[in-house]
């Protein structure tokens, strides 16, 4: 059985014995974590590879408002959480945090129950996030998976090969399941203005769609006289 993938952490506070604190307690918890000293050394580990940031804000070198800002900069780890845990705890402290990019904003003194009761809850939000951004780009229809991202095609389990009109067409009639496209639809939002093409251009593409989409080829459906649609 496939051993179930940790929690990857990191903390990163200029105060050692606060970070084997949390260290501890985080593990306890089933965390796998990992310290920093500074912000340069946070940055010179492979961030991508963690699922939370605890950082706290007042450090020699660089401040942990400025590390926030430098991950929130980066494509690669713009969207992992950050909990800010820090002495400044100010009004004025926590909208500075907050605009750097913090999901959360915990003050010194804290108890460890209330950082992982917190540390929970952000996570719980991210991956909610993360979840729903993979549907949003992701059409689903029983075991036939679209990845709008990646342009691929799984059907029951096995990617299969379209070429980009074949996967236009996909993605319009799997977009609005029911709807009826006209061959002229399907023209006009599939293929360029400045190319020609026929009503039997259309119908090979449809025929080879059905081939490919095997036990879910019934599922493209010909409404005569009025075009094609996918019914679910």
Request: aromatic letters at 8%.
């Amino acid at each position: 059985m496939e051993e179930e993938k940790k929690t990857c952490v990191l903390v990163v506070d200029d105060e050692e014995d606060l970070c084997e604190i949390l260290k501890f307690n985080l593990e306890t918890q089933g965390y796998e974590v990992t310290t920093a000293y500074s912000g340069e050394e946070a940055l010179e580990k492979d961030i991508a590879s963690f699922s939370l940031i605890l950082l706290d804000v007042m450090m020699g070198g660089m401040n942990g408002f400025d590390v926030a800002r430098r991950l929130r900069a980066s494509e690669e780890t713009r969207d992992i959480p950050i909990i800010f845990l820090t002495a400044k705890g100010t009004e004025n402290d926590k909208i500075t945090g907050f605009n750097a990019g913090a999901d959360d904003y915990i003050s010194k003194p804290f108890s460890i129950r209330e950082v992982l009761l917190r540390i929970s809850a952000v996570l719980r939000r991210s991956n909610k996030k993360a979840k729903d951004h993979q549907q949003q780009h992701r059409l689903v229809f029983k075991k036939l998976i679209v990845d709008l991202d990646r342009k691929t095609v799984n059907v029951d389990g096995e990617d299969v090969d379209f070429t980009k009109t074949e996967f236009g067409i996909l993605c319009t009639l799997l977009e609005q399941p029911g709807r009826v496209f006209s061959r002229h639809d399907l023209i006009r939002q599939i293929w360029p203005m400045d190319v020609i093409v026929s009503d039997r251009t259309v119908d090979v593409n449809i025929t080879r769609l059905r081939k490919k989409l095997g036990a879910y080829a019934d599922h493209l459906v010909t409404r005569l006289g009025f075009g094609y649609y996918f019914d679910a």
